[in-house]
T-cell receptor
Framework: SAVISQKPSRDICQRGTSLTIQCQVD?????MFWYRQQPGQSLTLIAT?????????ESGFVIDKFPISRPNLTFSTLTVSNMSPEDSSIYLC????????????FGPGTRLTVL | AQTVTQSQPEMSVQEAETVTLSCTYDTSESNYYLFWYKQPPSRQMILVIRQEAYKQQNATENRFSVNFQKAAKSFSLKISDSQLGDTAMYFC???????????????FGTGTRLTVIP
């Protein structure tokens, strides 16, 4: 498996501000994924991030709201922009290791509360 | 489109007993993977077990096993000798088979909250 860390682990933010969440992996990975888990709900994929190219967003998610960076093979960031209370969720990153496709390992998540 | 259904929002089991969590899915794909993930209160998603659709043999990992019925599109998880540490949300997930890295989206069910009672 891969060891994945996320920062911050939780945050409380004001409406209209932005928060950047970091995801760090202990080994080089091909793909990184960002998911949202709304309170009491399941996980929904926001976007897929490949190093050196633009992230691919799922239906209902746009780059202006959730810009993603993937500067190298061990790191990615997700920004939640112009936040509203509806953005209150747990945000999780996951990775697909090189040579171990079809299996994803998850970070511990970032719990975001927007007031 | 793929859908994953978990019809049991909550379940409980006595410690040391056996419990089965249900999952059904709908897909037109012939090659795919199925997973059970566990999410304890710490929020960490942990892969419990995976099943390749082309394999007829049911996957087993220690106390965890699955009953995979491809024709019925059913994928249940059996936990034997339940332990207090098994208390968690359990998510069933689907991934279609592809040779392309990064095309492997996971589709999750809504989860089953399992409580192991001492």
């Amino acid at each position: 498996s891969a060891v994945i860390s996320q920062k911050p682990s939780r945050d409380i933010c004001q409406r209209g501000t932005s928060l950047t969440i970091q995801c760090q992996v202990d080994s080089q990975v091909t793909m990184m994924f960002w998911y949202r888990q709304q309170p009491g709900q399941s996980l929904t994929l926001i976007a897929t991030a490949n190093q050196g190219s633009e992230a691919t967003y799922e239906s209902g998610f746009v780059i202006d709201k959730f810009p993603i960076s993937r500067p190298n093979l061990t790191f990615s960031t997700l920004t939640v922009s112009n936040m509203s209370p509806e953005d209150s969720s747990i945000y999780l990153c996951s990775v697909e290791r090189q040579g171990v496709w079809n299996e994803q390992f998850f970070g511990p998540g970032t719990r975001l509360t927007v007031l | 489109a793929q859908t994953v259904t978990q019809s049991q929002p909550e379940m409980s089991v006595q410690e040391a007993e056996t419990v089965t969590l249900s999952c059904t899915y709908d897909t037109s794909e012939s090659n795919y993977y199925l997973f059970w993930y566990k999410q304890p209160p710490s929020r960490q998603m942990i892969l419990v077990i995976r099943q390749e659709a082309y394999k007829q043999q049911n996957a087993t990992e220690n106390r965890f096993s699955v009953n995979f019925q491809k024709a019925a599109k059913s994928f249940s998880l059996k936990i034997s000798d339940s332990q207090l540490g098994d208390t968690a949300m359990y998510f069933c997930a689907f991934m279609k088979h592809t040779l392309n890295a990064g095309a492997n989206n996971l589709f999750f069910g809504t989860g089953t909250r399992l409580t192991v009672i001492p």
